[in-house]
């Protein structure tokens, strides 16, 4: 194969940067399409306020005139400033089963993170830690939710053949809900409740929920601040976020605990599955994406966890108990059977621990790799 890679510079550059996993995976059963729009606003530095901290450039492969592969590479200053790193962030990587455009792709990035003065490349990570990051490295034959990968088997192999050692694992687990939620842990709500003074702060509607939004992603600064490759979002990217994910939460399914001086202190958010209707919607919302996406939250059997935050000051207070019991109150009522939780670091093992008290299967694993120059 003749490989040529070119920098994306034009607007049907970006478009076929974006076209590419679609074409890839068109006939896989379990990959779950982005919206097309959202992935191209991603990568603009007029509607991504990422790019205020960051410089990226993105690429793709070409074999004539079909395009064979794509990645991108970032450079995140505040994270590289935060842990006093040289770190190039290697991104949005996806390639055909051929190694000289895998090589071809790595190498253009890793070259143009040299010209940044970097030491060294791990990934695939995003902008920030709610953005694409890792590469499935077991679990190809489950549907990831919306917030986690799906890549093909082979991709672990091409890396590695490059030179990218392990760097971190993320674990996913599926969870069976019982029927009736123990009466023990009903009691254990109560209790938690009353000896902090705690208030479980319901939602009725979008509005509601979006007033909390900015103290969520508040909490989410503090109680992530500490973990792999965090990146701190600051008021510009918070609002990005609240606009592109809360408006189609369904407010029910989020869950705030506050203190007794109305500080949020633990949030939980969760959503319907809405992986097979992104399969039928193909990316877009119009025509029929909308009404495919609107089934799928109003009748979950499967819910996805997409996030979960505590206080540092409140992490051994049964905080995340109280939110998971107020969370399976809810899905009991729409008959919810099955949990997936997204990714959790591997050395996590508190988190890890929760969820193996329930009935479950550890079924994914994504991993981030690196390379030292």
Known sequence: ???????????????????????????????????????????????????????????IALDGDKVVGRIGAIVNHVYNEKTGTKLCRLSRLEFVNDRSVSTALLR??????????????????????LDHQAILIEGFDHL????????????????????????????????????????????????IQKRYSLKVVHFSNRDEMKAYAQKIFDLLNNAFSDLFSFVPMDQELCTFYINKYFSFLNPEFVKVIEDKDANVIGFIVSLPSLSEAMQKAGGKLFPLGWWYLSQALKKPRVVDLLLTGIHPD????????????????????HGTEFVETTGMLETNEKAINHWKNYDHIQHKRKRCFRKMF
């Open 1 to 59: 194969m003749s490989v040529q890679i070119r920098p994306c510079s034009s607007s049907a550059d970006f478009k076929a940067f974006v076209q590419f996993p679609f074409d890839l995976y068109r006939n896989n059963a379990y990959w779950v399409p982005p919206m097309k729009k959202d992935e191209l606003a991603a990568l603009q530095p007029a509607t991504n306020p990422a790019f205020r901290n960051c410089e990226a450039q993105f690429w």
């Open 108 to 129: 253009t990035a890793e070259e143009w993170a040299k010209s940044k003065g970097m030491s060294g490349i791990h990934g695939p990570l995003g902008f920030t830690n």
């Open 144 to 191: 990831p939710s919306i917030a986690s990968e799906y890549h093909l088997p082979y991709y672990k192999e091409h890396l590695e053949a490059a030179g990218y050692e392990k760097e971190m694992d993320w674990v996913e687990f599926r969870l069976k809900l019982e029927k009736e939620i123990p009466e023990k842990a009903l009691k254990l709500n109560e209790m």
């Open 314 to 333: 409140w992490q051994a207070q049964g905080v995340s108990a109280l939110l998971i019991t107020e969370l399976q109150k809810v899905m009991q009522r």
